[in-house]
């Protein structure tokens, strides 16, 4: 593994991405606004870059994008790779791993999940302030190398309560509904059933997606500060569900897309 991030990192340096200082991963139907924030872009396609995974879901465009976001350098995946394409968590969460490497000091993520807390609504979004890990696998399984990290790394605090409270501030003074919760991680690709709800509900969680949680556990092993964002983008309500339509949740997380990019610009040049 430590030559496959070596190689992707060396690769990357030498088309000119050197030193970015954010890194952010573009989720489910919100990877279009974000890139055109980023000044003066370098674009590099996931299938030229070594032992980087291709893409297969088609809303995820499969390009690393680096450039400039108010003053800052960001590296932006725009699509991500997820346990249910067939990749082991190692393959899903190299590209966290080359970004640390590559100098990214702050990673932003983003998703689009299915909404189980009713006194919210699908469009909205959710800021995820902890985590519930319901994969069949971990990206830490097998022999540890302390050079990315410890053995047992510390889930206290998964995600940074210094990026969250700027967030929360941000969405306040911007009029932006952020509403605060859970997220469930599970392996997909199936959407749940009434009583997979009921329970993920039951347990803890406010939302439910299939990505997100190896990236974030990752960062932690690697002792980088993360923040993630959930676009809701379905209501999962036990008693009154409907059939899920991939064309309408893309839809939906579309036109939240213009909010998520105001939070995230803004974050970053605050950082």
Request: cysteine-free; proline content about 2%; aromatic content about 4%.
């Given at each position: 593994m430590l030559e496959h991030i070596q190689e992707a990192t060396t690769f990357i340096r030498q088309h000119g991405i050197t030193s970015p200082e954010v890194g952010v991963i573009l989720?489910?139907?919100?990877?279009?606004?974000?890139?055109?924030?980023?000044?003066?872009?370098?674009?590099?396609n996931y299938n030229s870059i070594p032992h980087f995974p291709i893409s297969t879901v088609e809303f995820h465009k499969g390009k690393l994008i680096y450039g400039m976001v108010k003053g800052k350098r960001v590296l932006a995946m725009q699509g991500r790779f997820h346990y249910y394409e067939g990749?082991?968590?190692?393959?899903i969460t190299l590209p966290v791993r080359v970004m640390k490497m590559l100098g990214i000091k702050t990673l932003l993520i983003s998703n689009a999940a299915g909404n189980m807390n009713l006194k919210w609504?699908?469009?909205?979004?959710?800021?995820?302030?902890?985590?519930?890990?319901?994969?069949p696998d971990n990206p830490l399984r097998g022999e540890n190398f302390t050079v990315l990290g410890p053995r047992f790394p510390d889930m206290s605090q998964p995600y940074s309560r210094d990026l969250n409270k700027k967030l929360i501030g941000i969405a306040k003074?911007?009029?932006?509904?952020?509403?605060?919760g859970v997220y469930a991680g599970v392996m997909g690709p199936n959407l749940e059933t009434r009583a997979e709800y009921r329970y993920l509900h039951m347990i803890g969680a406010d939302a439910v997606g299939m990505s997100t949680v190896p990236e974030v556990i990752v960062a932690n092993h690697m002792g980088l500060p993360c923040c993630a964002i959930s676009v809701l983008t379905d209501d999962c309500d036990p008693d009154n569900l409907k059939p899920a339509v991939i064309a309408e949740i893309i839809k939906i997380a579309g036109k939240a897309e213009a909010k998520l990019t105001n939070l995230y610009v803004e974050l970053i040049g605050q950082l």
């Open positions: 989720g489910t139907g919100l990877g279009n606004l974000f890139v055109k924030e980023i000044k003066n872009p370098v674009v590099i990749y082991n968590m190692k393959q609504k699908k469009g909205e979004m959710m800021l995820i302030d902890d985590h519930i890990n319901l994969q003074k911007k009029k932006i509904r952020l509403n605060v």
